[in-house]
C-alpha cells in the first residue's frame, strides 16, 4: 500500500515534460506546474510563433506569462525527496534503441532531454542542470534531444559548422572559409536560417491557403456527391411511381379489352343461337311438311289424292336465310391487330422517349471531364455494340447477322413502307441511339462507304444534300463520341489508331451512326463485336 502511494505521489508531482519530479516548480496561469527550465525551453521554441500553450491543456497565453516559482510545491519537493522517491530513475526514462541517449551517462544510459548545439552532445536532465546554473553554458543553444549533431561537424577539419556557403549551398567551418570557399559569398549559419525562415513561413502560408482552398473544394465535392445521391435517389422513386402508374393503365386497358370481347362474345353467341333455334325449328316444320307430301304422294286412289290435296297447309316463307351473312373466319382478330398496333406505337414512343430520358440522364452535370483516350484499349472501355435498324434502310441494302452487316444488292428488297425509310441514299441508321461515352468500329470491303453518325430527324426521303451522309474513307474505322463534351472522333484502325478527324461541337439530341454506300454490288459493312478482357498481368487485351 505505502508503495503505491509512493508511486502516486511520485506521478502527481512529476513534471509532464521531463516526466521526472520537479525541480524549481513554477505554476502557470492555467494552474499545470513544471519544472522551470522544462517550462522555460517550452515557451523559447514557442517564441517564434507569437503564441505560448500550456503543453497539458493547451491554453493559450499572450503575451508570455511570467514564471513564478510556487513556493508550496518546493517545499513538498524537498520533502518528496527525502522519502527517497527520487532515488531510482523509472523504466521508462532509460533511452531505448529508438531514443537519443545521454552522452554522459554511463552503465545504463537515461533518455537525453535536450541536445546542445554548441557542446554537439546530448544530456539526460542531471547532466544537464550545469547548462542552468553555469553562465558559460546559458548562452548555449539547446534543442530537441537529436541523432544527428555529428552532421554539424565538419568532415575535414572537424570544427563545428557555423558558416553557409551561399555560392555552394552548403554548410562550413571556418577553416572551409579560409580554404575551398575563399571568396565566396558567405553569412553565418543562424543568419541564413533567419532568413530561410521566412521563406519557409511564405511557403507555409502558401500551402495552408492552398489547404483551405482544397478542403473548400473537397467540401463543395462532398455536398455534390450528397446531392447528386438525393437527386437520384429522388429519381428513382419518382420514376418507379410513374412506371408503376403506367403498369397499372396498361393493366386495366388490359382488363377493359378483355371485359369488352367478352361481353361481345357472350352477345354475339346469345345472336347467333337465337338464330341457331329459329333455323332448327323451321327445318322441323319442313321436314313435317316434307313427310305429308310423301305420305300424299303416294295414295293410289285418285279421288282421295285430289281430295286431300287442297288440305294441306300453306308453307310458310323463310325469313331467315336471306338475313344470314357468314363473315370470313375472323371474329376477334381485328382486336389482337388493333392491339398489336397500339403495342407498336407504344414501343416507338418509349423507344424515342427512352432516348430522350437517357440523354437526360447522361447530361448529369459533372465537374471533372474524362479526357480522350489515346490508345485503342482505353477506347474499348468505351465500346458499343451496335445494330441496324431494318426500317431505315434503303431497298437495295440487305441486312445479316443480327442486323451487325449490311450488302448492297442491285435487288431491291421487299422491305415494307415506313416513313423512317431512306429512299433516295443507299443510307441506314442504326438502331440504338448514341449518348454519353461510346466507340464502336465498322470493318468494309469493297469500292468505298461512307460512315457517319447523324440526328434522328435527318431526312429521308429523296437526294438531297440534306439526307447524304459523309465521312471518312478507310477499310476500318473507329469512332469515339463524347456527347457531353461535343467531340465527335474518326480514326483509322489497323496496328496503331490514325485520327482521321474530329469534330467538336455542341449536340443537342442523341446521335445514330449511319452507313453509307457507292452502289457497287457485292459492298459489305459490318459493324464489329468488340469485348474487352485482361489477361492474368491485369493488362488490357483484345
Known amino acids: 500500500m505505502a508503495e503505491k502511494a509512493a508511486q502516486l505521489d511520485r506521478e502527481t508531482f512529476s ?47 499572450i503575451p508570455r506569462p511570467v514564471l513564478e516559482k510556487s513556493t508550496m510545491l518546493v517545499v513538498l519537493m524537498e520533502q518528496l525527496k527525502q522519502t527517497g522517491l527520487q532515488a531510482a530513475p523509472a523504466d521508462h526514462c532509460y533511452a531505448g534503441p529508438e531514443d537519443v541517449a545521454c552522452d554522459v551517462c554511463t552503465g545504463r544510459k537515461l533518455k537525453a532531454t535536450k541536445s546542445c548545439l554548441v557542446c554537439l552532445a546530448s544530456y539526460c536532465e542531471k547532466h544537464l542542470q550545469p547548462h542552468y546554473d553555469a553562465a558559460p553554458l546559458k548562452k548555449h543553444k539547446l534543442v530537441t534531444p537529436s541523432k544527428k549533431l555529428q552532421e554539424n561537424i565538419c568532415s575535414r577539419h572537424d570544427e563545428v559548422m557555423k558558416i553557409f556557403c551561399r555560392t555552394d549551398q552548403q554548410s ?18 543562424a543568419a541564413e536560417r533567419t532568413e530561410k525562415q521566412k521563406e519557409l513561413e511564405v511557403r507555409r502560408l502558401s500551402i495552408q491557403q492552398r489547404i483551405q482552398d482544397r478542403e473548400k473544394d473537397a467540401k463543395l465535392l462532398q ?20 412506371f408503376t402508374e403506367l403498369i397499372r393503365l396498361i393493366q ?16 354475339e353467341v346469345s345472336r347467333v343461337k337465337e338464330l341457331q333455334e329459329k333455323l332448327e325449328q323451321e327445318i322441323a316444320e319442313l ?18 289424292f285430289l281430295h286431300n290435296y287442297p288440305s294441306l297447309s300453306a308453307l310458310s316463307e323463310s325469313t331467315h336465310s336471306s338475313s344470314i351473312n357468314i363473315r370470313p373466319l375472323r371474329y376477334f382478330e381485328d382486336v389482337t391487330a388493333a392491339v398489336s398496333e397500339t403495342r407498336d406505337k407504344l414501343q ?9 430520358i437517357s440523354l437526360t440522364v447522361t447530361e448529369v452535370d459533372v465537374l471533372l471531364s474524362t479526357p480522350e483516350p489515346k490508345t485503342r484499349v482505353r477506347f474499348l472501355k468505351y465500346s458499343h455494340e451496335i445494330t441496324l435498324d431494318p426500317n431505315t434502310a434503303n431497298t437495295h441494302l440487305l441486312l445479316s447477322e443480327g442486323n451487325r452487316k449490311v450488302t448492297y444488292m442491285k435487288q ?34 469493297g469500292r468505298g462507304i461512307c460512315v457517319a453518325v447523324a440526328y434522328k430527324d435527318i431526312s429521308r426521303a429523296g437526294r438531297s444534300d440534306e439526307c447524304i451522309f459523309g465521312g471518312p474513307r478507310s477499310s476500318r474505322v473507329g469512332v469515339y463520341l463524347d456527347h457531353r463534351a461535343g467531340i465527335l472522333s474518326f480514326y483509322s484502325v489497323s496496328e496503331t489508331m490514325t485520327l482521321l478527324h474530329r469534330v467538336q461541337t455542341t449536340l443537342t439530341q442523341p446521335l445514330y451512326a449511319g452507313l453509307r454506300f457507292l452502289y457497287s454490288e ?8 468488340l469485348k474487352l478482357t485482361e489477361d492474368i498481368k491485369g493488362t488490357a487485351t483484345l
Open 252 to 267: 386495366k386497358r388490359s382488363s377493359d379489352v378483355k371485359q369488352q370481347v367478352r361481353s361481345q362474345q357472350e352477345t
Open 412 to 445: 431491291q428488297q421487299s422491305y415494307s413502307d415506313h416513313p423512317d425509310r431512306f429512299t433516295g441514299w443507299c443510307q441506314v441508321l442504326s438502331r440504338e441511339s448514341l449518348t454519353g461515352r461510346c466507340y464502336w468500329e465498322v470493318e468494309w470491303r
Open 348 to 356: 416507338d414512343i418509349l423507344r424515342e422517349e427512352w432516348t430522350n
Open 15 to 61: 513534471c509532464s515534460i521531463c516526466l521526472d519530479l520537479m525541480k524549481d516548480p513554477v505554476t502557470i496561469p492555467c494552474g499545470h506546474s513544471y519544472c522551470m527550465n522544462c517550462i522555460k525551453t517550452h515557451f523559447d521554441e514557442e517564441d517564434r510563433k507569437g503564441i505560448h500553450r500550456c503543453p497539458q491543456c493547451r491554453k493559450i497565453f
Open 522 to 529: 457485292g459492298d459489305t459493312a459490318e459493324f464489329s463485336k
Open 172 to 189: 562550413i567551418c571556418y577553416l572551409c572559409l579560409m580554404d575551398e570557399h575563399q571568396g565566396h559569398e558567405t553569412v553565418p549559419a
Open 223 to 242: 455536398q455534390e456527391v450528397e446531392a447528386i445521391n438525393g437527386s437520384a435517389d429522388k429519381a428513382v422513386e419518382d420514376s418507379e411511381k410513374i
Open 287 to 304: 321436314k313435317r311438311k316434307d313427310a305429308e307430301l310423301e305420305q300424299l304422294s303416294h295414295t293410289e286412289d285418285h279421288n282421295q
